[in-house]
T-cell receptor, first 111, second 114 residues
């Protein structure tokens, strides 16, 4: 069963705006990762946040993690048309190499 | 530049055929994974392997088998393809060194079963 559920399922914004997408999960995790998938391609790793971290930045990306609410958010600032893609969260529990992926958020950035 | 390659980008097979999907990674990773991706369902884990000749079932292993004879290669086998196996198949690999394991993905194989 899918552990991660992204919200919203789809998001359309203008270039330059910020995009926020959320991920909820069900069980305790060791870490949470965000991936991007361009249309019809494989996934690319964006950022990893550990269970003992609350916030992490990488370039225009900001990820937060609230383990008490079992949720994470990905913020993309000053979006560009090239950010148009699907974004997935993936969670892993301790003692396993497996990740469980959510259903994804489709982001469209309009030029 | 790290790389995961898959044998085909697009594949069309007939119902009942035996289908082999190949995945090769050049990063000396211990872990390899096969997922299928369907609209609205995200990525679902079919099988994974944490070492040569070792395999573990994922969430949807029915109708599939796998083979890992060499560390760099992980094959997904559809013993008798059916139309409900039409999907995008994604291979990934990850290292076991350290505590946190980023996955590296191949470009995917879009399989159509007629």
């Amino acid at each position: 069963s899918q552990q991660g559920e992204e919200d919203p399922q789809a998001l359309s914004i203008q270039e330059g705006e910020n995009a926020t997408m959320n991920c909820s999960y069900k069980t305790s995790i060791n870490n949470l990762q965000w991936y991007r998938q361009n249309s019809g391609r494989g996934l690319v790793h964006l950022i990893l946040i550990r269970s003992n971290e609350r916030e992490k930045h990488s370039g225009r990306l900001r990820v937060t993690l609230d383990t008490s609410k079992k949720s994470s958010s990905l913020l993309i600032t000053a979006s560009r048309a090239a950010d148009t893609a699907s974004y997935f969260c993936a969670t892993a529990t301790s003692g396993t190499y497996k990740y469980i992926f959510g259903t994804g958020t489709r982001l469209k950035v309009l030029a | 530049d790290v790389k995961v390659t898959q044998s085909s980008r697009y594949l069309v097979k007939r119902t009942g055929e035996k289908v082999f999907l190949e995945c090769v990674q050049d990063m000396d990773h211990e872990n390899m994974f096969w997922y299928r991706q369907d609209p609205g369902l995200g990525l679902r884990l079919i099988y994974f392997s944490y070492d040569v000749k070792m395999k573990e079932k994922g969430d949807i292993p029915e109708g599939y088998s796998v083979s890992r004879e060499k560390k760099e290669r992980f094959s997904l086998i559809l013993e008798s393809a059916s139309t409900n196996q039409t999907s995008m198949y994604l291979c990934a690999s990850s290292s076991r060194r350290g505590r946190y394991y980023e996955q590296f993905f191949g470009p995917g194989t879009r399989l159509t079963v007629l």
